[in-house]
């Protein structure tokens, strides 16, 4: 199978979505001449030319919004945030007409559209460039959100949401861009709602996505050392959410930890807490716990950034806890 | 000097002289006005008895700039997209006044079978694309409805309302300047009748002929006289004719306009003199195309009035009986058209 | 004790609070000739004039900002958005500048500013007016939430936001400005992260906020006819959180249900019940259980509303669900 | 017509024939944009070294803009707000080189202890209020520090910097119409190099002349060249002695100028030629003033920029100097400046 960046993967689903519907187009900051802040768009504008691959000015709520309005006109947007953090700008658009439009309409109109881009703590982008905000999204009936952390899933997932009849937010992650991974040719949908496991054990659940997948894997290749097995999980879309798989690990280990980036109080993990101990009760030995960025806004310097980040080593630690190993 | 070719005040304005229709149609944009207008007053009075709900802003004094809006596009091709002041403009654009009336009642046979209400009046087959409550946020998505018509080559063209009190909030600028670096066919049209809720244009913008913030964009902005619904109509034409097909550019029209009660049924209107109301009163739309009418020598007499009241006041009758008669929505509807899918696993029906 | 409506105690906080700091002024829609939308700035603009009780253009994003400028310049504004609906458009101001200033300017400027308005469906508002949005800010780390439900709590906690030197998101209940309450004459400080006990009851915890706090007594009338006692506890701030009051009672009811109105999918209880699980998992003899809002744009029907809004029914339910009583 | 009373092309542009200083001041002026100069080009290099992290903006080029606003107030009762490109303005309001340099490394010994870097350049104590990084968010936040002039009877002043990229993001617009209505002392000066990342203005605004946008709010509007100090200074004192004060009202300019290198230094610039900079670069501002000095027969010789480039030069390597062996911030520190107290309980210390 070809090995793709996480990058070059998302690039192909958009190449292949555009070429196979005519209906999709790409509009953002930067997106065409200069191929993408990220490169992500690479190549798109000398492929598709002005009219299906726009380069926008900075101006996020009124993108979003002429997105949104394509959308129901009939077209297939993909609009880009350059990164996440620059769509609160944005946010009333996709809460208040995206994912309201079906319904205010009674089912007239249809908001088939995604809004993508970057997210999360890069390399010392400070307080205002490295924020996660699955859940603010993930919250509102409506939108759905997806969350990749491989190639194989940025590409997959990307795939499906274009093709999707409603709007998605689909949330890539910068640090990411570079990895590489085994990618399919050609078609390759990926459906929403459904978690990948990463990594079979009896011993305790690690729910983990995006980049903290890899932080995941990584803390239960440290507890294999000290004979833990950990199953880690990764949900790859946080709206619609794979409890099923979740609750079927739990039910074998009866201990869970949520490792996610974000902040931890109203994060998007107090919410998988919540649904599995209320469906999962019975089966748990200890209750969930969550590691999580840590509750500040994201300060530049190095050594404080990693202070800020979910470890490894944090993982471990909350693994050994919810194993009563302390 | 830059001005004369960015925003022109219209010369033309405050009185049209477009082409001249015969009676028929004169007698026809009549009616049309006075559907909204007593459409308008039942729907302020069955609000005052508790049958409709929410906020409910009336567009009475408003009528000639959204029938001059609709007489002025080929809504074929052409669409709508709206504030929450919209049931003027969906009456105008064809919905069923049975459907408007039974949306207001939130009846299931209401035009969103009792979702949207007042503010939301959707009519997508007649090219409604709806009423928007947040102030501003429908501007950008009549971009992207002109963006779509670009993109198709189709040669639609987008009309986008908006009071006069939006054009501070940034959707507006965002949405004027990437309409014009696309030359993209949207008409924006500003129905400004002086008050955003209580506030008074002159205490919420430094510049206050709103025809004239096209400058910064480098589009033609027009002040039309917004209680003439012919001054209305023909401007619209002009402006859809400029902006319609390739290379054509966006247009700002400033519709000088009035409304009658206050903001919402809420609103008692205390921010303004009995005065000053009654004063605007005496140019309403209605007695305007009268008197164009009678300039004309085609005066439309006392009995063509009578009849034409009788008729639309049983359009009317009969919009109430509907919305009263109709049934109530299923609570079970809730779950429909949140997505495609009610059974999509991204809605949690049960927590 | 006087009776006062909530408009009114928030009005008198107000007017309290200019008088004795004239650094405090308020500005947004309306608050100034209109005496407010709601009329809960009534009286102001007369007493203290246009520089104090400014009326704003529709410029939420604008506004904000200006406040968050006000408030590092010293000032201390109170911003009021007409809705929490409306200051989606304002979102980046708050999170991006208002909640990291201190932190990014590593502690040389501060911004004391209350960010107030109503939230919450009222009646018939539809999708785009009636919407619930504490976690959103919740979440920020920088940021305050308090959420009233009595006109006593209304005023005491405004006062104390206005004194605070931190942001503040305050968020007012339009449905419950006209209602009342005694509420004590001058000066009245509730601080924030301290819950009231609005009931006490041995068999089950009832956590419940704002509108649903009226909701949640409701539910325990309706228990106490059946045997059931239940303990209503009202946060009144959703950040700081009292969960040692939450917890103190689910030790004594081992029974846990959150009431909120918002929507279920990562609203503001997920993170009551993941704090609870994990901090009282051996004190529950059941899952904690959510009754939430409906996962739904609101839509206008007033049957419909009744069905998405959370009922006193479905509270007593879920109290005889954790009791196991069904 | 209406243009003349709104934005108005100043004809002093594009050299500046204001006030004539001596030769020291040519030379004070010299000295502090040559500071900026080799000061970003250090950053730069440390950069590639890897010694700073995150993204870096820098403002070679555009010294003329920093330096021209700095010496046209009074920075003892006037402010700056600022977007991320921001270094150059924070050496220009007096911060300390080794304080700017060390933030840039992280370092506890930097302007916010190495909590902010590059984008976020705060000195209070010296009335800078700030770089910040969302485009355009920084706009209403000058506007509320000039609100809080008039508040509180002082006579400040605030200028506030944003890219011609930002200029199309409602915030802009927005914090004009505030400014406007409410007559505060704000100078908003666009600092038009172009390009906003890789898009030039061209390719993203419909009206390119940044200072025409003034129509729209009845404000005055500016062209300045941006590469000459004294045009900027002037320009600058001009406005401010226009707005200070009760009855003044905002000011928009425009600073034409350039960035010699990428958008951030993660930019290798490929959307513009080479042909395009070294143009650009005849008009280098440190040249522009030596050009100045010599017409005024004040001619700077050799041996004084020598001089200089010594001086400079040292401050530079101090400042490296001290980044380097600054002290990196204590983990613990993360909690401390959220709140008021790092033991509020709104702060989840443990979850
Ligand atoms: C963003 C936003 N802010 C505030 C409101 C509340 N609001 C509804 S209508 C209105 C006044 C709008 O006035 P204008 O734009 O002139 O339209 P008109 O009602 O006069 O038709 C306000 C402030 C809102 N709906 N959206
Ligand atoms: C709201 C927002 N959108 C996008 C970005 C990403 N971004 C950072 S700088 C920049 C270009 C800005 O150009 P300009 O305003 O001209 O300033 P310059 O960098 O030229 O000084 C962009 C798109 C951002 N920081 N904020
Ligand atoms: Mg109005
Ligand atoms: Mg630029």
Not at chain 1, 266 to 276: K, Y
Not at chain 2, 17 to 30: I, N, P, R, S, T
Not at chain 2, 307 to 334: F, H, M, R, W, Y
Request: proline share 5%.
């Amino acid at each position: 199978m070809p090995i793709l960046s996480y990058r070059e993967a998302l690039n192909q689903a958009m190449r292949e979505e555009m070429a196979r519907d005519d209906r999709v187009f790409l509009l953002g900051e930067e997106v065409g001449q200069y191929n993408g802040a990220y490169k992500v768009s690479q190549g798109l504008l000398k492929e598709f030319g002005p009219w299906r691959v726009v380069d926008s000015p900075i101006a996020e709520l009124g993108f979003a919004g002429l997105g949104v309005g394509a959308a129901i006109a009939g077209l297939r947007p993909i609009i880009e945030f350059m990164t996440w953090n620059f769509a609160l700008l944005a946010y009333d658009q996709l809460v208040n007409n995206a994912a309201k439009m079906r319904s205010m309409s009674g089912g007239q109109l249809t908001c088939p559209i995604v809004f993508r881009g970057a997210q999360g703590a890069a390399h010392q982008l400070a307080s205002q460039h490295s924020q996660v905000f699955e859940n603010i999204y993930a919250y509102i009936p409506g939108l759905k959100v997806a969350v990749p952390a491989t190639p194989r899933d940025a590409k997959g997932l990307l795939k499906t949401a274009i093709r999707d009849e409603d709007p998605i937010v689909f949330m890539e992650s910068e640090v990411l861009y570079g990895s590489k991974g085994e990618v399919e040719e050609g078609e390759l949908l990926i459906p929403f709602g459904q978690a990948e496991v990463v990594r079979q054990g009896g011993d305790v659940t690690i729910v983990a996505w995006q980049k903290m997948r890899f932080v995941a894997t990584k803390a239960a290749e440290e507890l294999a050392k000290e004979g833990i097995e950990a199953t880690v999980i990764d949900p790859r879309t946080l709206r619609p959410f794979d409890l099923d798989a979740v609750l079927g690990s739990v039910a074998r280990t009866h201990r869970c930890v949520i490792v996610e980036e974000g902040w931890p109080w109203m994060g998007s993990g107090a919410q998988l807490a919540d649904s599995i101990q209320r469906h999962g009760f019975d089966d748990l030995d200890a209750p969930v716990l969550r590691v999580t960025g840590r509750d500040v806004p994201m300060p530049y310097a190095k050594p404080l950034e990693h202070t800020v980040l979910p470890t490894a080593e944090r993982v471990v630690e909350a693994c050994k806890n919810v194993l009563y190993r302390t | 000097m830059a001005e004369a070719t960015t925003a022109t005040r219209s010369d033309a304005a405050p009185r049209a002289e477009g082409v001249a229709g015969g009676k028929q149609e004169l007698l026809d944009l009549y009616r049309r006005m006075l559907l909204v207008r007593r459409f308008e007053e039942a729907a302020g009075r069955v609000y005052t008895e508790g049958k409709i709900g929410g906020f409910c802003h009336l567009y009475i004094g408003q009528e000639a700039v959204g029938i001059g809006v609709y007489t002025g596009l080929d809504p074929r091709r052409d669409y709508l997209v709206n504030a929450y002041r919209d049931h003027g403009h969906a009456l105008a654009w064809g919905s069923s006044p049975d459907a408007v009336m039974a949306e207001l009642f939130g009846k299931a046979n209401g035009l969103a079978h009792g979702k949207g209400g007042s503010m939301h009046m959707f009519d997508a087959a007649r090219h409604n694309f709806g009423g928007y409550g947040i102030v501003g946020g429908q501007i950008p998505l009549a971009v992207g409805v002109g963006f779509a018509q670009r993109y198709q080559k189709k040669d639609g063209v987008v009309v986008c309302l908006f009071g006069e009190a939006a054009v501070n909030n940034g959707a507006f600028w965002e949405s004027l300047n990437m309409s014009a670096v696309w030359k993209l066919p949207v008409i924006f049209i500003c129905e400004n009748n002086r008050y955003g809720m209580g506030t008074s244009i002159e205490r919420s913008s430094a510049v206050t002929d709103v025809w004239r913030r096209a400058c910064a964009h480098d589009i033609r902005g027009e002040l039309v006289d917004g209680m003439d619904v012919l001054a209305m109509r023909d401007a619209v034409a002009r402006a859809a004719a400029e902006c319609r097909g390739e290379g054509g550019k966006p247009v700002l029209l400033e519709a000088r306009t009035y409304r009658y009660r206050g903001h919402s049924m809420a609103d008692p209107a205390t921010y303004r003199t009995r005065d000053e109301v009654e004063q605007q009163k005496k140019r309403d739309p209605l007695n305007v195309l009268l008197e164009h009418a009678r300039a004309r020598k085609l005066e439309i007499d006392q009995a063509e009035l009578e009849t034409l009241e009788g008729e639309i006041g049983k359009v009317v009758e009969q919009a109430l009986k509907a919305s009263e008669e109709g049934p109530n929505p299923d609570p079970s509807v809730i779950w429909t058209d949140v997505y495609a899918s009610p059974d999509d696993p991204a809605l949690h029906r049960d927590i």
